[in-house]
């Protein structure tokens, strides 16, 4: 997982945990404290919810076990060949779950023209139907930050159309500043921070996918 570089920014992430074991997930659990998702960590399911390949609002240990163990089993690769040959135990992440009111994407590329550019645009399963987005050169600025969320389609909803509480925008002005400091200094192909869910308390990245 990429966690730990966005950590290095400052980058605001679900409470988790990396595990092999299913002792492990119940201490997981336990400190991060119920619900949990947990996620199969494998470059063979790049999307989890059409695989079947995480376990969301888990709220207890009995339920953690059964996931857990299905997830193990989905993820379990042979060790070496014949009768010898053993089960490699499958990473597996323990996070909170704390479901936004609104899920948005934030990520980034580095263009072989223009250089690291920022994206910001409607996120969860809804990125590739909507192609709700809004891309800017690095490094931006916050009146650039303000102009990609105010051009998004959906911003009137994020406003608070309707009686709706609108989100912190401020919050999301600050991530997509550290997003551009992280493109800019650290060059990756690609970034997507999917879904940042937009939450009373913040905004808060549950997924991560780096590509160098």
């Not at 690609?190 to 869910?197: A, F, M, Q, W």
Request: with cysteine.
């Amino acid at each position: 997982m990429d966690f730990a570089l966005l950590r290095r920014y400052s980058i605001p992430i679900l409470d988790y945990a990396l595990v092999r074991d299913l002792p492990s997930a119940v201490r997981a659990a336990q400190k991060i404290r119920y619900p949990v998702v947990l996620k199969l960590v494998s470059s063979r399911f790049l999307h989890k919810s059409d695989a079947g390949a995480l376990a969301l609002n888990v709220r207890d240990r009995a339920v953690l076990e059964i996931e857990f163990k299905r997830l193990a089993k989905m993820g379990g690769a042979k060790e070496g060949r014949g009768k010898a040959a053993g089960t490699i135990s499958p990473t597996i992440l323990v996070q909170a779950y704390r479901p936004g009111r609104f899920e948005l994407i934030v990520g980034g590329r580095t263009d072989p023209q223009f250089g690291p550019v920022v994206l910001l645009g409607s996120g969860g399963i809804y990125t590739e139907v909507l192609r709700d987005t809004s891309l800017r050169v690095c490094p931006i600025g916050k009146e650039e930050a303000r102009s990609m969320l105010h051009s998004l389609k959906s911003y009137p909803i994020l406003a608070g159309m309707r009686g709706r509480k609108p989100m912190d925008e401020e919050a999301l002005y600050a991530l997509l500043l550290r997003v551009s400091r992280l493109m800019e200094r650290e060059r990756p192909a690609e970034l997507d921070l999917n879904p940042v869910l937009v939450r009373n308390d913040g905004l808060w990245v549950a997924d991560v996918r780096v590509l160098k």
